[in-house]
């Protein structure tokens, strides 16, 4: 009987270990893991990406640059952007702080893209002294607070509310002040569009942790409907996020006044922009600098703030430890990226 199971043994260890081995490829290469990886994305003019109805020939381009995400990679790809030190992995909680789900997520993002585009229009049309109608037209759900029983009760982040309880609530105010009249525990209807779909959820109050005043327990902001006088269009639906802003803001100005602000340089940048024309900070700047310098970018607009200098430090920390190109260029608002635009000679050949 020993002997038998020793033959088995000796015959069966072949077929064992290639079924081990095969095992072990499916685990590395087909089963996903809750990871994000951050690499280099795009460095793309954002001439053909905004319409203005104002013809505009550029000899160099203002470049909109981005990171580029895998969701729930392998564990081989993990481990191959661990040991590059142009990659990096994060948590999928990490990468999407701590939204209800991916969805939830990615509403936020194609919010948080069409919001820069309205800001960048007010910015552009406030800069060359033109009016634009501005209207609000909902309120986003930006973040659910922790002591929130909203999320399990089907509210979502990026969900936008326009009713509640049946009636018009359109700006954070009409919603507010309904709120007011309710106590903590009263229970409200909310609806309104969760991503391209209507939604409704219906959600108990508390008393705000900051403030005695009774809310649903989110941080919001408000949704703008923004009508320009010219007929502009963008074209940024494949991508997520407001980094694009400042960039989108520069192209608009240029097409409206007729001023090759390229001024025949590949300019790269990254910010957000708010109706006031201030440049904000944003997440991946080591990233969009490898793609801009794959691009040959001249310059690149680095978000900079005096009180946060986190922007400006790892952009100087990751041209000086790759060896990157392009020259970094503070600036903190429109106005100064306008000016050094401006300043800059016309490039020869």
């Known amino acids: 009987m020993v002997t038998t199971n020793k ?18 490829i499916v685990v590395t290469l087909f089963i996903p893991v809750p990871k994000v990886i951050y690499q280099a994305g795009s460095a793309e003019p954002v001439h053909p990406r905004v319409e203005t109805g104002h013809k505009l020939d550029e000899k160099g381009a203002l470049l909109f640059t981005t990171v580029s995400t895998r969701s729930r990679p392998n564990i081989f790809q993990v481990w191959y952007a661990q040991v590059n030190p142009r990659m990096e992995v994060k948590s999928q909680e990490e990468a ?33 002294n033109k ?7 909902g309120v ?15 509210l979502q982040e990026g969900d936008i509310i326009n009713k509640v309880d049946g009636k018009e609530a359109n700006t954070v105010k009409e919603l507010s002040a309904y709120l007011s009249a309710k ?21 108990p109050l508390i008393k705000m942790p900051s403030s005695n005043r009774i809310g649903i327990g989110f941080q919001n902001d408000t949704v703008l409907k923004v009508t320009p006088p010219d007929p502009v269009k963008f074209d940024f639906n494949d991508t997520g996020g407001p980094s694009a802003g400042l960039m989108m803001t520069l ?8 001023d090759d602000l390229s001024r025949g ?20 700047i080591n990233y969009k600098l490898m793609a801009a310098d794959r691009e040959k970018a001249d310059y690149f607009l680095v978000p900079y703030n005096e009180k946060n ?39 020869k050949g």
């Not at 789900?101 to 585009?117: F, G, I």
């Not at 100087?316 to 800059?344: I, W």
């Open 309 to 347: 200098l986190s922007n400006w430090t790892l952009a100087e920390k990751t041209v000086k430890d790759l060896k990157l190109s392009p020259k970094l260029v503070k600036v903190s608002t429109l106005k100064e990226a306008l000016d050094f635009l401006r300043k800059l000679e016309t490039k």
């Open 265 to 284: 340089y590949r300019i790269a940048g990254t910010g957000t922009i708010n109706a006031d024309g201030n440049v904000g900070l944003i997440g991946g």
């Open 7 to 24: 033959h088995w043994i000796r015959r069966s260890w072949p077929t064992l270990l290639t079924g081990l081995i095969l095992f072990a």
């Open 183 to 203: 106590k903590a525990g009263d229970k409200v209807t909310v609806s309104g569009t969760r991503g391209d779909k209507p939604f409704e959820a219906t959600v």
């Open 251 to 258: 192209e608009i100005v240029a097409q409206l006044t007729g």
């Open 131 to 137: 009016p634009i109608d501005v209207k609000e037209q």
């Open 96 to 128: 999407t702080s701590g939204a209800t789900n991916l969805t939830a997520y990615r509403n936020l993002l194609s919010w948080m893209r069409d919001s820069s585009e309205n800001y960048a229009l007010i910015a552009a049309y406030n800069v060359i």
């Open 140 to 154: 986003i759900v930006y973040n659910l607070l922790p002591e929130s029983k909203a999320r399990e009760n089907g």
